[in-house]
Structures are given as structure tokens and as C-alpha cells.
């Protein structure tokens, strides 16, 4: 039965001899399901990106963070609000996630991070914001995290 997770090609067909092809083509299906499992993602809530602050959460697992989305519940109408990330206080190498001047509530910014961004179980993640605008902008940051061995 086909989810979200698999779905089998009925390669081979039942009651015959599949080729080891056909037979290695269903096992990488099956492994790509269960990637899916190792990716986790948390919900980071701000009352107000335009107020230095920070929201942390603890890594519960041995991981990376492999990509951020930003959101803003209000249009941003003063100047650019700058986000950060750190795990145990270093800053996480990423393009820089800004909300501009002129966005309006729902902009989307999207980051990728691309080293440092690795963690152990316990670790402190902290999401800091600098502030930037006058105007009360709330929103949220989802944090997406890949578990490693």
C-alpha cells in the first residue's frame, strides 16, 4: 500500500524472479522513505522580531539544521530586522535571513545553512533577532534539523 513514505512498484511481480536490479531499485525506495523519518523540525515563536531578543530550545538528538524559514504575522514598516543562529554560542555559517523594510505580513525568507551547523544531543540552538524596526512584528522561525549517527 502506498504512503507518504513508500510506494512499491510491484517489482517483481509476485511468483517470479526479479532481476537484482529491480530488487535494489525497491530496497533504495524503501531507504528513502525512512530518510524522510530523520528529518525533524521545531517551531520557534516570537512576540516581536522588532525587539533584540533570543528563543532557544535544546537539541535533542545529534544533528544539523539544513534549512530555516522565517515568517512575519505583520508587515515590517520601519527598517531591515536581522536574524541569527548560534549552537552553544557560535554563530551558524548561512546566507543572511532578512525581513526588509517594505515586507508585508506572510513574507517568507529562506536560509541554508552551510557549516557550522552541526550539534550534539543537549546542545543550546538560539534564534536571535537584532531588533532593527519600531513597529511590533510578530512571527515564527522553523527550524529543520537532519539527525546524524
Not at 532481476?19 to 521545531?42: K, M, T, Y
Not at 548560534?86 to 535571513?97: D, F, K, N, R, W
Not at 524596526?133 to 546524524?148: E, I, K, L, N
Amino acid at each position: 500500500m502506498a504512503n507518504q513514505l513508500y510506494a512499491p512498484t510491484g517489482n517483481p511481480a509476485a511468483g517470479t524472479l526479479g532481476s537484482s536490479q529491480q530488487i535494489r531499485s525497491e530496497f533504495d525506495a524503501v531507504e528513502d522513505g525512512f530518510d524522510i523519518l530523520n528529518v525533524s523540525h521545531f517551531l520557534v515563536v516570537f512576540d516581536d522580531f522588532n525587539i533584540a531578543a533570543s528563543r532557544s530550545f535544546v537539541a535533542p538528538f545529534n544533528g544539523s539544521i539544513t534549512l530555516l524559514e522565517w515568517v512575519i504575522d505583520a508587515n515590517n514598516s520601519t527598517t531591515d530586522t536581522i536574524m541569527t543562529v548560534e549552537i552553544e554560542g557560535s554563530l551558524v555559517t548561512m546566507p543572511a535571513l532578512t525581513q526588509a523594510t517594505a515586507d508585508t505580513a506572510g513574507n517568507i525568507e529562506t536560509s541554508v545553512p552551510s557549516a557550522a551547523n552541526t550539534y550534539t544531543d543537549g546542545e543550546r540552538i538560539e534564534i536571535i533577532t537584532d531588533g532593527g524596526g519600531d513597529s511590533v512584528m510578530p512571527g515564527s522561525v522553523m527550524v529543520y534539523c537532519a539527525r546524524t549517527a
